[in-house]
C-alpha cells in the first residue's frame, strides 16, 4: 500500500512516521509513505501557493495551478492502476472516516491525499480528485494530521501490521456502532486514594464461556 502526501509542510509528521507499529509496516515494506512539497510545484521566487479569494472574505485559498500539476505529475509516476489509486482532498465539509471506510481503502494500491492550509483550498481541485474527507465536525489548521490518522487507521488493518490479528476483529468499531467491552490487566486490585479497584471476578476464575457472555453484555452502542 502506498501513501503519497502532498503538503506545503511535508515533514510535519516524521516522529510518528519514525515510530512504533506504522515505522515497523514501512520497514517490512507493507506501506510506503511518500512526502511532496507542494513548493516545488510553484514558478515565482516566492514559492507562492496561497492567494487572496474571489469576492472577498478572510483568510487565503491554496491555488489550483500547482495543485493540480502535483498532482498531474504524481499519477504520471505512479504504477498504480487508476481503479486501485484514490485522491483525496482531506475537508471539513467531506465524508466523515470511518471504520467501514478504512476497511474498504485497504483494498486500494495507493492514496494520495491533499493535505490544505490555510482557509481551504480553490474549489476547481474538485474536479481532479475522487473524494474528500472530513475525520470530524471540528476545523484543524491542516490535513496533515487527518492524513496521518487515515494512514494509521488503513495500515493497521493491513495483514503483518499487528502481532496479534484477533486484535482487530474485537475491538470497537469492528462491527457497525458498536463499542468494545472494558478490558483490564494486572493487579487484580488497585488501591489508590485510599479505595479499592477490584477486576470484575468472572473475568479471573477461566470460565471462557461465561467471560465471553459478560463481554458480550458489555459492549456498548455507539449513540
Not at 520497514?27 to 516566492?46: A, C, E, G, M
Not at 474527507?133 to 492524513?147: F, H, K, M, N
Not at 468494545?180 to 464461556?209: D, S
Request: aromatic share 8%; charged share 30%.
Amino acid at each position: 500500500m502506498k501513501f503519497k502526501l502532498l503538503s506545503i509542510f511535508p515533514n510535519i509528521l516524521d516522529s510518528y512516521l519514525d515510530d512504533s507499529i506504522i515505522k515497523r509496516a514501512i520497514d517490512y515494506k507493507i506501506i510506503d509513505v511518500t512526502k511532496f512539497n507542494l513548493r516545488d510545484w510553484t514558478h515565482d521566487r516566492h514559492r507562492t501557493v496561497d492567494d487572496t479569494p474571489y469576492g472577498g472574505g478572510a483568510g487565503m485559498l491554496m491555488k489550483i495551478e500547482p495543485l493540480y500539476q502535483a498532482l498531474k505529475d504524481i499519477k504520471k509516476k505512479s504504477k498504480a492502476s487508476p481503479k486501485k489509486r484514490k485522491v483525496v482532498l482531506l475537508s471539513a465539509s467531506g465524508k466523515t472516516w470511518n471504520q467501514k471506510l478504512a476497511r474498504q481503502y485497504t483494498k486500494l494500491d495507493e492514496i494520495i491525499f491533499i493535505c490544505g492550509r490555510y482557509e481551504g483550498v480553490d474549489a476547481r481541485i474538485k474536479k481532479f480528485i475522487d473524494t474528500e474527507i472530513s475525520i470530524g465536525d471540528y476545523v484543524l489548521t491542516g490535513g496533515e494530521l487527518p492524513a496521518m490518522i487515515i494512514i494509521d487507521s488503513i495500515t493497521r488493518l493491513l495483514p503483518g501490521v499487528l502481532g496479534n490479528s484477533a486484535s482487530i476483529e474485537e475491538e470497537s468499531h469492528s462491527e457497525t456502532n458498536i463499542l468494545e467491552y472494558p478490558q483490564y490487566t494486572r493487579p487484580a486490585v488497585f488501591e489508590a486514594e485510599g479505595k479499592k479497584y477490584a477486576v470484575p471476578k468472572i473475568l479471573l476464575e477461566g470460565h471462557h464461556a461465561k467471560i465471553k457472555d459478560w463481554r458480550n453484555k458489555k459492549q456498548k452502542t455507539k449513540k
